[in-house]
């Protein structure tokens, strides 16, 4: 698929010229900027940022002016993965290692179209025995097996 | 013999059993990860950084180094038998190695492959070890504008010289070099880029950042792209008789591999390139200096065996730069690099002359896992043909599981699997948008070691900027990064000019 402009180069290089900009006035106004001799905390980001910015420009300009291809965004593995990874951060020191990995192995397991559900429990519960004998047990990473603490 | 003395302590070293043990896990992992599409020596390396904080510096770098060069061993397997390379260097494989499959010759070229990685792998080493100790003599002369310079021509040679947009490559390393600020400034102890965050008062976990753009932004593109059925039919089976190579196939590679030994070599050496463009300038000089160029891409012998020995040979030398000036060619070298800084042990010129249990033990060590490679994969690749029947749908929720735990056990911190979620989901914008994240991670760990440098030098000359024109050393990386800079801007130029309608990026890297 082809699109009149190259609409993501454009919103690629709109991003950084904004995010190199705010890098740089964020350096400037809140770091010294300090001297060529002596220089503060601030100089080199300001230097940086700028330099973003003018790239960022570069990758903009010419995208306006030529024709681009439209990129796949894989919604549903992205939103699976996004909200398994959170599902594992919530749950794990309220209810511990067990209950997220189930949830995670759960949740990340709709990225794909065809979900066997037998097969993503037979998954949780090796994942998590091989969890908690490598991680908890064997290395003596601090995250508990079970836990009902809010 | 200076030399004989230091090989005898590093083999000592290598071969205390827990650096043996480590040694064969990652030497074992990298194969591993080599052989399946969709995880690469990148994420593996950073998934296993954490595991490496409990064990004594030159263990961790025998273990990750490891898994580096067993991942380029592996890297060629899927692409014989799959037409799908396993790691990027991997992808000149596919264009002789899956025709020779598909002729009933995969066992053949899986055995060449591996005795190619493994002369390319051999003389990288003895490279390795006669040219480190001198360059470590010469780098004790660098001040520091010149490795400000050196630094700084790395960065750009890494950026320019990718298969993307140059252009690009340039801005992911300075957002790479933008992300290295966040944390308190050594100098003047102000949080910079923290927003009150305690948690990011160290900066961004290189663990978190490392695992998210290549672990996480990975599995969300691979997910529906890697069919499973494949695997599982297609697979021949290999046996030993079929690996068995013919008079011919030993004489058409001969050459081949010591052509693709010094390319690689070279490649490796240089910062900023590496194995992937390593093996294809291996492929192509081949193309070009065959009598039949014709045999090309309809199952060569040598059009597998040259790239596979640049490839490997690359691997090895990469470690020179990085190991002697403290410099990292690649991002993987990056990470070898944050590793060691992590573990406490201050890469650079010092490193040979201070810490010669470190340097020694890691090259004698390279040799020890070259070794157990060729074991791996001639006798046991039948295992390695297998894996490669585990579906991806199992493999991901694994890989995003060890992520999730291994980013927590750095800092015991849930803070750090927010920010692998951020990066992740940067990460694969990027994809998206044709942006390599490579050069961003050297940016990132190279940005703190910059400024300070670039303050050091500018302290020192009383705030005279020409002190970097001035000084011999420093003045010749900066002209080699303008002329590269120029090349880029002419490239860009004419592009404009001709404004074709074909998208910037022809080939993306992976």
Redesign the interface.
């Known amino acids: 698929m082809t699109t009149s402009r190259?609409y993501?180069?454009m919103?690629?290089g709109a991003v950084?010229t904004v995010?190199?900009l705010w890098?740089m006035l964020?350096?400037f106004g809140e770091?010294?900027i300090g001297?060529?001799?002596?220089?503060?905390?601030g100089f080199?980001?300001a230097v940086?940022?700028g330099?973003?910015a003018g790239?960022?420009a570069?990758?903009f300009l010419?995208?306006l002016?030529?024709?681009?291809?439209r990129?796949q965004?894989?919604t549903?593995?992205?939103l699976a993965?996004?909200a398994?990874?959170?599902a594992?951060?919530f749950v794990?020191?309220p209810f511990g290692?067990v209950a997220?990995?189930a949830v995670?192995?759960g949740i990340?397991?709709m990225?794909?179209?065809a979900i066997r559900p037998v097969?993503i429990a037979i998954?949780a519960v090796c994942?998590a025995a091989i969890?908690v004998l490598v991680?908890s047990w064997g290395?003596g990473?601090?995250?508990h097996p079970f836990r009902w603490n809010f | 013999m200076e030399l004989l003395a230091n090989l005898a302590l590093g083999f000592e070293t290598a071969f205390s059993p827990t650096n043996l043990l480590y040694c064969f896990i990652g030497v074992f992992l990298g194969t591993f990860v080599g052989v399946l599409p969709g995880i690469g020596s990148l994420a593996t390396i950073s998934m296993l950084l954490p595991l490496t904080f409990h064990v004594p510096p030159t263990t961790a770098l025998v273990m990750l180094a490891g898994i580096y060069y067993g991942a380029s061993y592996g890297g060629s397997t899927a692409a014989i038998l799959l037409n799908l390379p396993g790691t990027p260097s991997a992808a000149v494989a596919c264009l002789d190695g899956y025709p020779m499959a598909k002729k009933g010759r995969a066992g053949v070229a899986l055995f060449m492959t591996t005795i190619a990685s493994f002369v390319g792998g051999s003389l990288g080493i003895i490279i390795l070890t006669l040219f480190s100790p001198k360059l470590a003599e010469v780098g004790l002369m660098f001040g520091p504008a010149d490795y400000f310079a050196m630094m700084l021509l790395g960065l750009i040679a890494a950026a320019t010289l990718t298969s993307g947009s140059p252009v690009k490559g340039i801005v992911m390393v300075l957002v790479g070099l933008c992300l290295g600020m966040v944390g308190t400034d050594v100098q003047t102890g102000q949080q910079r880029f923290t927003f009150g965050i305690p948690e990011l008062s160290d900066g961004f976990s290189l663990v978190a950042l490392a695992m998210g753009l290549f672990g996480v932004a990975e599995v969300i593109g691979s997910i529906n792209r890697i069919k499973d059925k494949r695997s599982a039919e297609d697979a021949p089976k290999i046996t030993f008789r079929s690996m068995v190579p013919s008079g011919e196939d030993w004489r058409r590679s001969a050459l081949p591999m010591a052509r693709g030994t010094g390319i690689g070599a070279f490649f490796g050496a240089l910062p900023g390139t590496g194995g992937t463009i390593a093996s294809f300038m291996a492929y192509a000089v081949e193309k070009k200096v065959a009598r039949e160029p014709s045999r090309f891409g309809k199952g060569a012998v040598e059009g597998v065996t040259a790239p596979e020995s640049a490839n490997n040979a690359a691997a090895q030398t990469a470690f020179i730069p990085t190991l002697t000036l403290g410099i990292p060619g690649d991002a993987v070298m990056a990470l070898m690099l944050g590793a060691m800084i992590i573990a406490g042990v201050q890469p650079g010129p010092r490193l040979v002359a201070e810490h010669p249990e470190i340097f020694w033990g890691l090259v004698a060590s390279f040799w020890i896992g070259n070794v157990l490679l060729l074991v791996l994969n001639i006798p046991l690749i039948g295992i390695w043909v297998k894996m490669l029947q585990i579906p991806y749908r199992i493999l991901y929720p694994a890989i995003l599981l060890f992520i999730c735990i291994g980013v927590f056990s750095v800092n015991n911190n849930v803070f750090d699997i927010y920010l692998v979620l951020f990066f992740g989901m940067l990460g694969y914008l990027l994809m998206l948008l044709k942006f390599e994240p490579a050069p961003l991670l050297l940016g990132f760990i190279l940005g703190p070691l910059m400024e300070e440098h670039l303050r050091r030098a500018m302290l020192l000359s009383r705030g005279d900027p020409t002190v970097f024109m001035e000084r011999p050393i420093s003045a010749s990386f900066l002209a080699v990064a303008a002329i590269l800079l120029l090349w880029v801007a002419f490239g860009l130029v004419r592009g404009m000019v001709r404004r074709a309608p074909a998208p910037s990026t022809p080939v993306a890297g992976a």
């Not at chain 1, 001297?35 to 905390?41: A, D, F, K, T």
């Not at chain 1, 002016?65 to 291809?69: C, E, Q, Y």
């Open positions: 190259d993501m180069d919103l690629g950084l995010f190199g890098f964020h350096a770091y010294n001297e060529l001799r002596r220089m503060g905390p080199f980001p940086l940022g330099l973003v790239f960022g570069l990758i010419p995208a002016f030529r024709a681009g291809t990129v965004f894989d549903r593995p992205f993965i996004v398994g990874i959170l594992f951060a794990v020191e290692l997220a990995t995670l192995v990340t397991a990225g794909r179209v097969e998954m994942l969890a991680f290395l990473i601090p995250l």
